[in-house]
């Protein structure tokens, strides 16, 4: 079976925290590296920071230094700790496999929403 199913969205005010996870089928997460997405409305889907298979990190400038991407390996669950949340980082947030974002896939899942507004 096929899933992605990510979670731990909500709402925060400019300058809180969230952490993101999202658990994932076998297939997608085992060996494979894996990363975060984010749409904002009215704007493409976007890479937000990506993670190999045994841990290294890329961050993509807008979250450099306030997001941290990590896996569990046993879980094939991926997590997203988010601090000094802005206003601009308002989106739904997805996970997936990196290769089959950068193949086009049109498998994803639910997305979690974030709003960051006072």
């Known amino acids: 079976q096929v899933q992605l199913v990510e979670s731990g969205g909500g709402l925060v005010q400019p300058g809180g925290s969230l952490r993101l996870s999202c658990v994932a089928s076998?297939?997608?997460?085992?060996?494979?590296?894996m990363g975060w997405y984010r749409q904002a409305p009215g704007k493409s889907r976007e890479t937000v920071a990506t993670i190999t298979a045994d841990g290294r990190a890329n961050y993509e400038a807008p979250v450099k230094g306030r997001f941290f991407i990590a896996r569990d390996n046993d879980r094939y669950t991926l997590y997203l700790g988010m601090t000094n949340l802005r206003p601009d980082d308002t989106a739904v947030y997805y996970c997936?496999?990196?290769?089959?974002?950068?193949?086009?896939?049109?498998?994803w899942g639910q997305g979690t929403q974030v709003t960051v507004s006072s």
């Open positions: 997936n496999g990196d290769s089959l974002v950068q193949l086009g896939t049109d498998f």
């Open positions: 076998r297939n997608i997460f085992d060996g494979y590296t």
